[in-house]
């Protein structure tokens, strides 16, 4: 069975995301904005428009469980994380919890190569041990 989604436009989904929920945490801007700017300036393009929004409107609202969840394997305080490697913990650890239909491999892998990406040198590593112990949780 073929998934109802291209894997590539999910990546790109969370590569937009990441910087939208990088802007939430920095600015505290209405997540309602942010969407309406990524929208419209075209940041959206070959990315799954609907899980974009979908993450978008949900993590903001669970922040506070997400992080509560993840905390315990932290090696320092909340306040301490980089906020790229926040929000990048905030994605997997909501696909981890709230979207059954990613195996939590996926979820891990996905996070991890945003770290890659979007990171400091090594937070792939912390961002891997950090989803790989709250997926051990689960």
Same mark, same amino acid.
């Given at each position: 069975?073929?998934?109802? =989604? ?24 209405? +997540?309602?904005? !942010? &969407? ?17 929004? &979908? ?13 509560? +969840? =993840? &905390? ?8 301490? !994380? ?14 981890? +919890? ?28 912390? !961002? ?11």
């Amino acid at each position: 069975m073929r998934p109802k =989604f291209s894997p590539k436009a999910r990546t790109a989904a969370r590569e937009r995301l990441l910087q939208a929920l990088y802007q939430w945490q920095l600015t505290n801007q209405p +997540t309602s904005e !942010i &969407e309406l700017q990524f929208m419209s300036e075209n940041h959206l393009a070959k990315a799954d428009v609907a899980y974009f929004q &979908e993450l978008l409107q949900n993590i903001p609202q669970k922040v506070e469980k997400l992080d509560h +969840t =993840f &905390e315990p394997f932290l090696d320092r305080h909340l306040s301490q !994380i980089d906020q790229v490697e926040l929000a990048i913990l905030r994605i997997g650890c909501y696909e981890l +919890t709230q979207c059954e239909d990613i195996p939590f491999r996926v979820a891990i892998n996905e996070a991890v190569e945003l770290a890659k990406k979007f990171g400091a040198e090594k937070s792939h590593r912390y !961002i891997n041990g950090i989803l790989d112990k709250v997926a051990k949780q689960l």
